[in-house]
């Protein structure tokens, strides 16, 4: 046909944004709490492993990381606890093997594996707390935030995997600058999400709070679980993903892939606001008419 691209595209009405890592640079300071968890559990690691992940900065191995991006704890921990297990010749609470995360063959140790889960969980929950009160946003993040929310006719949300009590703590450093442009903001314990990214019930959970139908809302993430997730619900996502992520894996599950909130481009999505224009950091400048025309 000859209608162009754009033409043929839903109106965007709402933006949904993932927390980690999208709008808050809490990936390392995520990393650190996981890291702390085993000793805070007394389940320590061993002080090689110990010692070589601190000359490491405290990050998690990569291969580990990349497959618990996104995922909220109950899906995360026993990944997490295999992998120790397997590579860090770490040995947990009754010798339990995670090599098949929550299986288990009988009612009682299902109920150990779930009492350890949910306390490791906790504690990294009160680690990231403490370490979080002083996270740093992600370059970009406040200042298109704040543009997209002073157009005016756009929804803004955020959707993230994080329990509530959590978000609460990270959000305090920025509720001015940055929270305060949220209409709605959902949880991974929110009620209506039974599963967590990356089935699309979180996403699909935010449209209808900003009555807003998935198809016209951009969502933007940082991992891969988060992408699938958007896509499942039917919304256009833009992915703006971690240095160290090979970008070929978003290709079929993203609509447009940026290395910061700074390269974001609204007239992609008729929106006016193009952060590539925004000489003044604190001041995203709205599209001229010029730019609108190209």
Known sequence: SSSSPSSARPKIKAAIF???????????????AVIDSFELTNAPLKPDIRSHLKQNGDLLPWE?????????GSEWVPILLEY????????????????????SRDQKESETRERI??????????????????VEACPGASELVRAL?????????VATSSRSAAVQKKRSKHELSMFRCFEHIVTG?????????????????????????PSECLV???????????????CVVIVVPDKRMEKEAFLDHSDHIIASMWDFEGSKWG??????????????????SESKQR
């Open 189 to 213: 314990d929110d009620k209506n999400v039974r599963n967590g990214k990356p089935a699309p019930d979180i996403f699909l959970e935010a449209a209808r709070k900003l009555g807003v139908h």
């Open 271 to 288: 929106i006016d606001v193009d952060m590539r224009y925004s000489l003044d950091l604190n001041n995203p400048r709205v599209n001229t």
């Open 220 to 234: 933007f993430e940082d991992s891969l679980q988060g992408a699938q997730s958007g896509k499942a619900a039917g």
């Open 149 to 157: 929310f002073e157009q005016g006719n756009l929804f803004l949300a």
């Open 64 to 72: 580990l990381k990349r497959r618990i991006l996104g995922l909220r």
């Open 18 to 32: 993932d927390l980690d890592g999208t709008l808050l640079d809490t990936e390392a300071l995520s990393c650190r």
């Open 117 to 134: 889960v949910l306390t490791f969980i906790e504690t990294w929950e009160r680690r990231l707390g403490d370490l979080c009160a002083e």
């Open 84 to 103: 120790a297990q397997d590579k860090w010749d770490w040995v947990g609470e009754k010798e339990l093997d995670w090599t098949n995360g929550w299986q």
